[in-house]
């Protein structure tokens, strides 16, 4: 076994390097990681604020806009499907929506600003899946939680929230929906 000027044999010498070359990444992701946390580093494609153009939606249609990373349900509710939610409290899980996540102006039983318009983010709380729309209301893609157009949780076999509110404002014509995520 050779010993060179360093005293270490040429193994132990490769065993040092690769120490050194791990301990350098690890230093370098530990930087990353709190140079992220530090300045918002997103990638352009992430936006402060999302807008979209409200398309032309008949009484109690129910679309699902998507745009980059961000799926929001719309719903535009007819004067009928609004008094029905004033009136509905059974078969909810949360009816006065105690345990949401939501904006202060969406703390009514609609749970929206505008009575005739229901915006939520378009998954579930059950397992995290996409939402489809499943007349009279919402169903998570890959379970069983089921919604009803106020975004409030139908009472089912599991127990879960109602969907989380965003942050939202519409243009005077609601033409354009504007988000806040």
């Not at 193994?11 to 301990?23: C, D, Q, T």
């Not at 992220?36 to 806009?65: G, H, N, T």
Request: with cysteine.
């Amino acid at each position: 076994m050779s010993v060179n000027d360093t005293g270490f044999s040429p193994g132990r010498r490769l065993l040092v390097r690769v120490f050194k070359l791990a301990s350098v990444i690890l230093l370098a992701a530990i930087a990353w990681v709190l140079l992220d946390f530090m300045i918002d580093l997103r990638p352009s494609s992430i936006q402060s604020s999302y807008r979209f153009q409200v398309p032309e939606l008949a009484p109690d249609e129910v679309r699902i806009l998507r745009r980059d990373n961000l799926a929001i349900v719309l719903a535009h509710r007819s004067a009928a499907s609004i008094a029905a939610l004033r009136q509905a409290t059974t078969n909810l899980q949360d009816p006065e929506s105690r345990d949401s996540r939501q904006p202060e102006y969406a703390r009514n039983a609609l749970r929206s600003r505008h009575p005739q318009f229901f915006v939520s983010y378009a998954y579930g709380t059950d397992l995290g899946c996409g939402l489809t729309v499943e007349p009279p209301g919402l169903r998570e893609i890959c379970g069983n939680a089921r919604y009803d157009l106020a975004g409030r949780a139908l009472e089912g076999a599991s127990r879960f929230s109602n969907l989380p509110i965003p942050d939202y404002n519409f243009d005077a014509e609601f033409k354009r929906l504007t988000i806040n995520p």
